[in-house]
């Protein structure tokens, strides 16, 4: 097992827990021993999911209060693993156990100019970051997109503080982001901060490729569950260390590893650092890329897996799909 953080747990009270959308709840919690909030920092949460215990990441939105207390905003999709329905139930008075920030999406204080992009809840990551820009008198710009105004968390706040800075992308108004024309307003001296699905992160990280624009110069957080397929329950074979199990669509591929008792090495838990990668033995169906770790021609190769994110999906004759693998 390989991770880059120190994970301090600790207790905290849930505050408050009250929706922003039909799907997205609000929720602001008092840690017990408190720590400094920076731009783009997340907090593990322990809990219980069919009764069996998980850890879920997610972004801090917002500092509230000058107490140390924070607020997560949690969506509830329609493939969530369960924990979104855990973490809506919760309410004021409870305790929980998470950990202290942690940092893996920096946000860098000395760029010329600064553009942030969102992708529905993505928002909650580069919320703080806009705030900052703005503070600190930058130029900065601010897209959101969203499949309706009703979806998307924060969009009045948005608003009032960013003014016409803010480009707002609503797919059920047809105005969907044009990722050629938004990669297309940059230059060597932006810094674009990005989060949210991965079908939007891989669209412009391409764009950003094509454009010849430096690789530095952009820094994202995917959603680790986001993937360009519905779920499906695949089987799984490690013949170095004899495990075989079946992955539930609720769960990761690497959390199923780890639950058959494999040695099996991560970092991010989002796709996004490759220390999980695996070398694909034999495969049965079509791998089903959650990833902005590989190129696209690597993921067609499907030479290699990333297991914290990556799933299978099932053979053309309707089989249940399977992949045997090589861990590192």
């Known amino acids: 097992m390989a991770t880059s953080h120190t994970l301090t747990w600790h207790g905290a009270t849930v505050v408050e827990n009250a929706p922003v959308t039909d799907r997205i709840q609000r929720i602001v ?12 920092t997340h907090v593990e949460v322990r809990m219980t999911v069919e009764g069996e215990p998980v850890t879920r990441s997610y972004s801090i939105a917002e500092s509230v209060g000058d107490d140390g207390s924070f607020a997560l905003c ?23 156990e998470l950990t202290h920030p942690l940092q893996d999406f920096p946000f860098g204080y000395g760029a010329r100019r600064y553009a942030f992009l969102a992708g529905g809840v993505g928002i909650t990551a580069v ?17 959101y997109c969203g499949r309706s105004r009703s979806q998307m968390a924060y969009l009045d706040a948005l608003a009032a503080e960013h003014g016409d800075r803010l480009q707002t992308h609503v797919g059920d108004e047809g105005t969907s982001l ?10 060597d001296d932006v810094e674009l901060y990005m989060c949210g699905p991965i079908r939007l992160m891989d669209a412009v990280r391409r764009g950003w490729d094509a454009a010849g624009l430096p690789p530095a110069n952009l820094r994202f957080e995917t959603f680790g ?23 539930s669509p609720t769960q990761t591929l690497l959390e199923a590893l780890e639950d058959a008792g494999a040695d099996a090495m991560f970092d991010c838990r989002k ?8 070398r694909v033995v034999h495969l049965t169906g079509a791998i089903d890329h959650r990833d902005v770790f590989y190129s696209e021609r690597q993921r067609d190769a499907n030479s290699k897996v990333c297991p914290c994110v990556s799933r299978v999906r099932a053979a053309e004759d309707g089989s249940m799909g399977e992949i045997v693998l090589e861990l590192s």
Not at 29 to 40: H, L, N, Q, V, Y
Not at 74 to 96: C, F, I, T
Not at 127 to 143: F, Q, W
């Open 29 to 40: 919690f008092a840690p017990d021993t408190t720590r400094r909030i920076d731009p783009g």
């Open 74 to 96: 949690v969506h509830r999709s329609d493939v969530s693993r369960g924990g979104a329905a855990v973490m809506h139930a919760l309410r004021p008075g409870e305790r929980v």
């Open 127 to 143: 919320l703080a970051m806009t705030r900052a820009a703005r503070l600190m008198g930058k130029d900065y710009s601010v897209s």
């Open 178 to 187: 044009d990722v050629d024309e938004f990669v297309g307003r940059f230059g």
């Open 225 to 247: 569950n986001s993937g360009w397929f519905e779920p499906q329950p695949f089987r799984v074979r490690v013949p170095g260390s004899g495990v075989e199990c079946v992955v």
């Open 271 to 278: 796709g996004e650092c490759g220390i999980c990668e695996a």
